[in-house]
């Protein structure tokens, strides 16, 4: 079975984009953001046209005469593809082929077709499949080619060949196996990703005595190139909407005595697919799990207010919207329009100002994460046995700063100034023979 339905590969084919504005709705003209992923996704954009209107039309969302219109400029720029910056209905779909005589997808085939071909781990693969899956399976049409059109006596001989064991009788249409086999297939992409999501939460609760930071933002806000500039990560990056799928962890010391476990995720869109949302649920735990989320702002991009307000709305849904946020205005160099920046400086006065690209702003950056991660400072005295490496280590590395440390026989004592972050922490590592003063 193949990961991808071949029509929604529209690489290297030539794309009309159509949006479908609703009259009173606020989203204004996002042609260029669909732009921006039909080129992602690696089509040729010929054409751009947008409709304002009061409703969908329930049948093909967008009238006759504008259906018409469309099919009137596919003709005349040979396009392969119509993608609508909307999402549409099976019907919609059906419809709208038979008045534009193309194929049609809508935004959130378009998005899992980016995804489809960025994912590079099992995971990202499994992840990617099972959300197409749950998004297609209302669509399902002929999705396989290896399946002839009934299934039933006579229907084939081989093992998995149409006729087969469980196949063979009375007779079953194409359409049916393929959602059986759908179903099926979602059921053991559930169950491996399940697996992949315990180890995830295993992992993640390993780090349980460390600070950890989450990089979060709009896709293309350069969370991966702040993650390469404050750790030397070497994190692949591209000028160019989801250039990378999978979470990645690096060790961080903002200063000296403080270390920060700092991760990056996967860029948001507005209105990604739920399906997908859903499917990346081991992937976004790092941002669930992490005691201080950074949401990377690209200052220079258009329409940076709404891709501010569609962060926070995939971070409330996923779980994060209480979480302690640090806003970041990045690419701050790039910045030709200063109204918007200064909007937003007045929006978030706590905001710091950044460029990760000529290291603007960083060592602010670092200040400001190693103060949190150590929050109230404590003066502390501690005792512990001379063989807990673990501990040891701990108050070396983990955001403590020495005073001073002696060894008494079998133990060893610390004066340490602890921030109440780092308390906390070795509140889980703490036994029963270690000693804790406050002075």
Known sequence: MENTREWLKIRKERA???????????????????????????????????????????????????????????EKYNADVVIFDNDLSPRQIRELEKVINTKVIDRSELILDIFASRAQTTQAKLQVELAQLEYTYPRLTKMWSHLDSVAGAGGGTGAGAVGAIGTRGTGEKQLEIDRRLSKDRVSELKAKLSVIDKRKVREISSREAVFKACLVGYTNAGKSTVLNALTGAGVYVEDKLFATLDTKTKKWKPESSVAVLLSDTVGFVRDIPHHLVASFKATLEEAVNADLLIHVIDVASEGVLKKVESV??????????????????????????????????????????????????????????????????????????????????????????????????DKVIFEVKIGEEQFIRLQTLKKEDIEIEHI
């Open 312 to 409: 926070k709305k995939v971070l409330k849904e996923i779980g994060c919207g209480k979480k302690d946020v640090l806003c970041v205005f990045n690419k701050v160099d790039a910045v030709k329009n200063l109204e918007p920046l200064e909007m937003l400086q007045t929006m978030f006065p706590d905001a710091l100002t950044i460029s990760a690209k000529t290291g603007y702003g960083l060592d602010e950056l670092a200040r400001t994460v190693a103060e949190k991660c150590k929050g109230l400072q404590m003066h502390l005295k501690i005792t512990v046995g001379a063989r807990d490496g673990k501990l040891q280590s701990f108050l070396r590395s983990m955001g403590s700063s020495i005073i001073d440390e002696q060894y008494d026989g």
């Open 16 to 74: 009309i984009l159509m949006g479908a504005v609703i009259k009173g709705s606020d989203d204004g003209d996002n042609l260029e953001e669909l732009t921006a992923l039909a080129e992602s996704a690696g089509a040729i954009v010929v054409d751009r046209f947008q409709q304002k209107m009061a409703t969908p039309h329930p049948v093909r969302y967008i009238g006759k005469g504008k259906a018409e219109m469309l099919a009137e400029r596919v």
